[in-house]
């Protein structure tokens, strides 16, 4: 084979060609191994979120029969087993819940006394969750069960129905029926031959859909169950299922508090073709017409070659091999025009001249330029040593900065709560004083009853004296107590919320009454008025500790800067939800503000009470709540001598997974 150098110029004019496109093709191979792996992982993302879903699902029919038992217990018709009243109930709570296959309700003895179900048990004495809710007294979860007809498993919950005693006279069930999932399943529109199943921890096969009749209560694959039991509550793999087609499998295991199983594994499967077939279907057709281009190319390049280049180029060797033979009056010739030829002409034309003199100057040019670049480098690495330190001193300053506000801001929370105990502390002094007042009346007047009762000296009209006085103080002891106790509770709930972050379901009108209920003690010094208008009934899954900070710090906020020392206000706080948007509407008559400190009403640390304390982060934290944590927008709206109105807007569905940003 020929060196290199010894191949035909269009010979080499070709490669040349092929090698530029040999980049391409290697660019194509590495973007198709890209977009496959970027569709894998688009389609683990999605197979992980529709499991995840699916589990949020199953939590919440767990959830929600908690409370759905929990409040039919609590009933005063279920309680007195009103046989009649609770079956027109259980029904009408049956038409309303069609996640459950079935309520009943069972005697202590487990004699199902109640039905919504013709077809259900008669008696559950024996039943595992039935003793387990006797026993215990409190909410239980059974066993996944298997119903012959038709042909599905079901989940028990049970509920214990207690007599004012506390003693368990009979026991509330529902059954949850896991064909539910397959509503949930169909109605994601998941890809064609797309599998989800449910798996217990034994390893039997609960259900599955679809087919969901030939594979509900049987036993699972051992590979699968190996996946899905690793260290990981949750992940993703590769598979060939029973119908061995290969898919793509997300995984979860579920835990439920108080359930005699340790967990439940679901998984949803979606074929790997499917997910990939376009993605080899782009890498396949610009493979193809790369190959075509590239084919195109060098018959292009053979062709112009010749007429362009080849011609030019053996005018040019005859030209050289004249003058290498001593021919110092040979010539290119005319006809070369202005471009690069005509130019290489003219320079072999005057090599001989010229050559020296050219040599010279080039190796000025690039002594200069040598030097020019050695400079330019100095320069270059002394710029970058400076700009690398000040970067570490700004970056530190920053991290300081980041953790001096993050203290300051917990530090404004505790202060807050603190404030919060002290208040509430002062407040139950009252109630629990007169509580003890009336408990040391009753107990003298006890002693004065049981002595003369002793001595044969007690009279009719002193009899009545005493359970009149004795009636009087146990209602005293009761209301005081009661009092405390509602003091105690809405303390605790707001504390509880104020200090963590959780996620839950609320009364949003019982909840601002439990806030202000703590904050009854700050409120009554002042003589502020304090109006809610909000729909009694209104109910959101949000985070209430955010929501309890903000109004918080907006009243806070109100009595610190917003009213004059002794002058009564009002304030008005209205809450509405409509679009999928809960809006609070908060509002004082206080002085307001001027335009330049309602622009920097939401910036850190800017306050005008510094010199009584503040700290100027209230509405900062107001501020990142309603915008991160609830992820909704608030806006200021304030003059002077007009009072101030604060307005926040948060998404009603705001995911889980988007919680904390």
Not at 61 to 73: E, F, K
Not at 93 to 117: H, I, M, N, P
Not at 578 to 602: H, I, Q
């Amino acid at each position: 084979m020929k060196p290199l150098r010894s191949w035909s110029l269009r010979t080499l004019l070709q490669l040349l060609v092929l090698a530029a496109s040999l980049p391409a093709m290697a660019i194509l191979l590495y973007t198709g191994r890209e977009l496959e792996s970027t569709v894998t992982r688009n389609a683990e993302d999605f197979t992980q979120s529709q499991v995840r879903t699916m589990a949020a699902h199953h939590q919440r029919v767990v959830d929600n029969a908690r409370l759905l038992l929990l409040t039919l217990a609590s009933t005063t018709e279920v309680r007195n087993m009103d046989l009649a009243v609770c079956q027109e109930l259980l029904d009408e709570t049956q038409r309303g819940e069609s996640a459950f296959a079935a309520l009943f309700l069972a005697d202590a003895r487990g004699r199902v006394a109640v039905s919504t179900s013709p077809s259900g048990p008669r008696d559950i004495g024996s039943v595992p969750y039935f003793l387990r809710a006797m026993e215990g007294r409190g909410f239980v979860t059974g066993h996944y069960a298997l119903q012959e007809e038709p042909r599905r498993v079901i989940l028990h919950f049970a509920q214990p129905v207690l007599d004012p005693a506390g003693r368990a006279k009979g026991v509330l069930v529902a059954a949850f029926d896991l064909n539910l999932f397959g509503g949930f399943f169909y109605g994601a529109h998941l890809p064609e031959n797309s599998v989800f199943t449910l798996t217990d921890a034994r390893g039997m096969r609960l259900t599955r859909f679809p087919e969901t009749e030939k594979y509900t209560w049987v036993p699972d694959l051992p590979r699968m169950i190996e996946f899905m039991s690793g260290p990981e509550e949750e992940g993703t793999f590769q598979e060939a299922g029973v119908d061995g087609a290969l898919r793509l499998y997300a995984y979860k295991r579920l835990r439920f508090e108080g359930a005699p199983f340790p967990h439940l594994m679901i998984r949803l499967g979606i074929p790997v073709d499917k997910a990939l077939s376009e993605a080899r279907r782009v890498v396949f057709r610009n493979g193809a017409l790369l190959l075509l281009a590239a084919l195109l190319a060098l018959a292009l390049a053979r062709l112009l070659g010749e007429f362009t280049i080849l011609r030019r180029v053996r005018r040019l060797v005859d030209a050289a091999g004249r003058l290498g033979s001593g021919d110092l009056s040979t010539r290119t010739g005319p006809g070369y025009g202005e471009g690069e030829f005509g130019r290489l002409a003219g320079a072999f034309d005057s090599m001989a001249e010229g050559l020296e003199r050219r040599e010279e100057a080039r190796a000025r040019a690039e002594a200069e330029l040598q030097r020019l670049n050695e400079e330019l480098e100095e320069r270059v690495a002394r710029r970058t040593e400076d700009l690398a330190v000040s970067n570490r001193e700004l970056q530190e300053a920053l991290e300081g900065l980041r953790r001096t506000q993050s203290q300051l801001v917990q530090a404004e929370k505790m202060a807050a709560l603190g404030g919060l105990v002290a208040g509430v502390a002062h407040e139950i002094n009252t109630p629990v004083g007169v509580g003890v007042t009336a408990a040391s009346l009753l107990e003298e007047k006890t002693r004065a009853a049981a002595a003369a009762l002793e001595s044969g000296e007690m009279r009719r009209s002193a009899l009545k004296e005493y359970l009149d006085t004795a009636t009087e103080a146990a209602g005293m002891i009761l209301g005081n107590l009661r009092r405390a106790s509602d003091l105690v509770r809405s303390f605790k709930q707001v504390a509880v919320d104020q200090s963590s972050q959780e996620r839950r379901t609320f009364n949003v009108a019982g909840y601002i009454g439990e806030i202000l209920l703590s904050l009854r003690p700050t409120l009554k010094r002042t003589g502020h008025a304090v109006l809610v208008d909000c729909d009694p009934d209104l109910r959101i899954d949000s985070y209430p500790g955010a929501f309890s900070q903000i109004l918080t710090n907006f009243i806070m906020n109100s009595l610190t800067h917003a009213f004059a020392e002794g002058a009564p206000g009002e304030i008005r706080i209205g809450v509405s939800a409509a679009g999928g948007v809960l809006t609070l509407v908060y509002s004082d008559n206080g002085r307001g503000m001027t335009p330049g400190e309602r622009d920097k009403a939401f910036e850190p640390f800017f306050t005008t009470t510094r010199a009584k304390g503040g700290a100027g982060l209230g509405l900062s934290i107001v501020y990142n709540l309603a915008t991160q944590t609830l992820g909704g927008q608030i806006s200021c709206e304030s003059e002077p001598g007009r009072g101030t109105t604060f307005t926040v807007a948060m998404p009603l569905n705001r995911e889980a997974g988007h919680e904390r940003a």
